[in-house]
């Protein structure tokens, strides 16, 4: 069974920064993309930022220059580092990780999400 282990949200100011992280632990085999995505209140979910294994990224242009999506690999790590935060960027910041598990399967995992506030 794989989890994927969220943390670093919490309460910031506009202009702050926060780190997340996500950790994929269990029976993985390999991972293809890595990301986050986030759901604002009242809003559906969206695209934040992607890693390919390659290291390739993609950015929702409400983030270009403010957000950098990173992974290490040796860990099944994911990072988003946020800055110049503004208070659009509210939301619940799921990380998502597409690989294959121990039976060489292809699977979509999805964390449980971590709050993130940022006040004006």
């Known amino acids: 069974q794989v989890q994927l282990v969220e943390s670093g949200g919490g309460l910031v100011q506009a202009g702050g920064s926060l780190r997340l992280s996500c950790a994929a632990t269990?029976?993985?085999?390999?991972?293809?993309?890595m990301g986050w995505y986030r759901q604002p209140p009242g809003k559906q979910r969206e695209l934040v930022a992607t890693?390919?294994?390659?290291?390739?990224?993609n950015y929702a242009d409400s983030v270009k220059g403010r957000f950098t999506i990173s992974r290490a690999n040796a860990k099944n790590t994911v990072y988003l580092q946020m800055n110049s935060l503004k208070p659009e960027d509210t939301a619940v910041y799921y990380c998502n990780v597409d690989g294959y598990d121990t039976y060489y399967a292809r699977r979509d995992y999805w964390g449980q999400g971590t709050q993130v506030t940022v006040s004006s």
């Open positions: 269990g029976s993985i085999f390999s991972i293809n993309h």
């Open positions: 890693i390919a294994s390659s290291g390739l990224t």
